[in-house]
């Protein structure tokens, strides 16, 4: 058994003839914290939604925690099970509360007993610290709120790997910084995680690499230090150049 | 005095005594002015009649009815006919909306093209005709002696759909069926309604056991008491001469009805509810999948329900309109409430008196319909405000 959580080899992705990603190569270990930047368009959410198979790709192959990723249904239920993802519009179901979008698939998909999910939540809603939230809807819950509940919800599958796609860039600025604490605190616990984001902070403090799309490409991967202190490639200077300078 | 006359409350409250008096004093002015003009005609009005005896019988009815029960029993065997159509022609609506809804929402070409064929040819027809057809189909089966039979115990025949039953009478199989109906309404209540959030789930789940274990009870009681005595407790129908005896009956009058209005009404529920299915965000049902839940609780967990929140309002709308089709009985001479009304205006006079029994008659029950609904959509709304991706 290898070390890898994720390995991405020759993977091409289509929508119809648009060529959304191309000849992808990437393989994250276990316990690694990978940062996704790059311009809007160049297929950074595209990536990271193949790895959990909301969206197929043609070519290449794709294998979370040794489990190919191909057409067999029990294989996808499965792997989802295992990779958790946070969403950049949290996408809480509307009409559970808190609880119950945390005890949900845990009940349903892991056949655990309502009061041991029930437990659980409540321990991993402390962990985002919202517990006194948790029988509201999510609709009553500030956009901050409703991400770490989001968190929580994802973390309650016990998942191996975490997605995470833009998670706070639907955020007003004074509630990015209660998501990114959660996040970093994953981090530091030893979460394999996979973040698109542009919170450059975010990344220097916890990535172990960070990754540059554009085009469909993966233009450039470093370690932090190296990212921002020397870009190789161009595309990769100029688009730091423009987040960096605001 | 100003600052009253100023407060919107009071000015919206006075506003609606206002126009409530004024249309009682219509109301009671019609019917003065009504009776003293009839009266000088001669012409009695009176709800005597209602103790009068019929002198006939109908041809289909849930409790036992014969040519010497009055015609206050007639009228509530229509009612009871009336709500027994209406509620099977709304439940195979349900049915046949759902599958088709999802047949046209579905990524299957084949499922799709039939999806629409569906809708464009059943809901461009009228209902009436469509009543006529299924009645025509049903009158047309084979006679009894020639009945398509399954196992020797379900018959189809140009005289009814016949298969076994418990010996009990009409009113105690009635009697069942509404225990059953308001334990279900109970257990939907006790689930939703918001004061009853704080119980925990397997509680809950034990006392909405308990809360339909009671009401078959109930029902089991009435129909131990409505036992015909003396014979088998299974009513098995059986060919014997030229027709079929014993079992339970589908009349072709009520089958026609029933089809045709599940799929009539089926076609316009199928554009609703893939309208409810086309309303919820993409995200959500993303979510669930992401979470590793099987296509079908994604489905019955997170799709479904949110598509049902969207369009309930509309649903309701539906239902009631699709109660009053039942009124259709009259066309294939189905003894439903309009029709025991006309009959009534026939034999006994009484017209005014018994289109306002009619009339009062569908404004309760469907009235009833959307208020009951109303309710479940109060309590099941969505809380807060809502981000739709
Ligand atoms: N469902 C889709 N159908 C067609 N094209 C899509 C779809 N989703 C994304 N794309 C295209 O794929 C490219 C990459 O999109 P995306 O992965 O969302 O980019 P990013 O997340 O980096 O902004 C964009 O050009 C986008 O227009
Ligand atoms: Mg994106």
């Known amino acids: ?238 688009f730091l150049n423009q987040i960096l300078s605001h | 005095m100003t600052a009253l006359l100023q407060s919107r409350k009071f000015r919206n409250t006075a506003l609606q005594a206002g126009y409530l008096g004024f249309f009682l004093f219509l109301l009671i002015a019609a019917i003065v002015i009504g009776k003293h003009n009839l009266e000088s005609q001669g012409i009695t009005m009176g709800f005597a009649f209602l103790e009068r005896a019929t002198g006939f019988d109908v041809g289909f009815s849930l409790i036992e009815f014969g040519p010497y029960d009055t015609f206050g029993k007639m009228i509530v065997v229509g009612l009871l006919n009336t709500m027994f159509l209406g509620i099977l022609g709304i439940a195979l609506a349900n049915i046949i909306g759902l599958i088709i809804a999802l047949f046209r929402i579905s990524n299957n070409g084949i499922l799709n093209a039939i999806g629409t064929l569906y809708i464009e040819t059943f809901r461009n027809i009228p209902l009436i005709l469509q009543a006529f057809f299924w009645y025509a189909v049903l009158t047309h089966l084979p006679h ?45 209540w006790f689930s939703i309604a918001r004061r009853f959030n704080k119980i925990p789930k397997t509680t809950k789940s034990r006392i909405r056991m308990s809360i339909f274990g009671i009401a078959f009870l109930i029902g089991c009681i009435a129909l131990v008491i409505g036992r015909i005595p003396e014979t088998p407790l299974v009513s098995v129908p059986v060919l014997k001469g030229f027709n079929i005896r014993e079992g339970i009956r589908i009349s072709p009058e009520l089958g026609a009805l029933g089809i045709a209005m599940g799929i009539y009404g089926g076609a316009f529920l199928a554009e609703i509810m893939r ?75 009484q017209t005014l008196e018994l289109i306002g029994i009619l009339m009062l008659g569908f404004l309760v029950m469907n009235n009833t319909i959307s208020f009951v609904l109303n309710r479940v959509n109060k309590a099941i709304a969505l809380k807060g405000t809502q981000l739709r991706t």
């Open chain 2, 275 to 349: 309208a409810g299915f086309l309303s919820v965000g993409k995200g959500q049902v993303e979510a669930a999948r992401s979470l590793g839940l099987s296509p079908w609780y994604v489905f019955s967990r997170v799709h479904l329900p949110l598509a049902f929140r969207a369009v309930l309002p509309t649903l309701i709308n539906q239902y009631v309109w699709l109660f009053k089709a039942t009124t259709l009985g009259i066309v294939v001479g189905f003894t439903d409430f309009f029709m025991v009304i006309s009959v009534s205006i026939n034999q006994a006079g």
């Open chain 1, 1 to 238: 058994m290898s070390n890898a959580a994720v390995t991405i080899s020759g993977m091409n992705k289509y929508y119809g003839s648009f060529h959304a990603l191309k000849n992808i190569n990437l393989t994250v270990q276990k316990g690694e914290r990978i940062v996704i930047c790059g311009p809007s368009g160049s297929g950074k959410s595209t990536l990271i939604r193949c790895i959990n198979k909301l969206e197929e790709h043609q070519q290449g192959s794709i294998n979370v925690l040794g489990t190919e990723l191909d057409d067999n249904v029990g294989n996808i239920d499965q792997i989802r099970r295992e990779v958790g993802m946070v969403f950049q519009h949290f996408n809480l179901f509307p009409h559970l509360t808190v609880l119950e979008n945390c005890t949900l698939s845990p009940m349903l998909a892991r056949k655990m007993p309502q009061d041991e999910a029930e437990n659980m939540a409540m321990t991993y809603l402390e962990r985002v610290r919202i517990p006194e939230q948790a029988e509201k809807f999510p609709g009553e819950l500030s956009g901050g709120q409703q991400q770490r509940v989001a968190i929580a919800r994802a973390l309650c599958m016990k998942p191996e790997v975490l997605l995470f796609d833009e998670p706070t860039s639907a955020l007003d600025p004074e509630m990015i910084s209660e998501v990114l604490e959660v996040m970093v605190s994953l981090a530091k616990d030893g979460m394999t995680m996979l973040c698109v984001t542009h919170e450059m902070g975010f990344a220097r403090q916890v990535a172990d690499r960070v990754i540059f799309m554009d085009q469909g490409e993966i233009v450039e991967q470093a370690a932090p230090e190296e990212f921002f202190g020397a870009p190789k490639n161009e595309r990769t200077q100029n």
């Open chain 2, 144 to 188: 009894p002696k020639q009945a398509v039979n399954i196992l020797d115990s379900i018959y189809f025949s140009a005289r009814g759909l016949y298969f076994p039953g418990l010996n009990v009478t009409g009113g105690a199989a009635s009697l069942f069926f509404l225990a059953l109906a308001i334990g279900l309404i109970i257990m939907i």
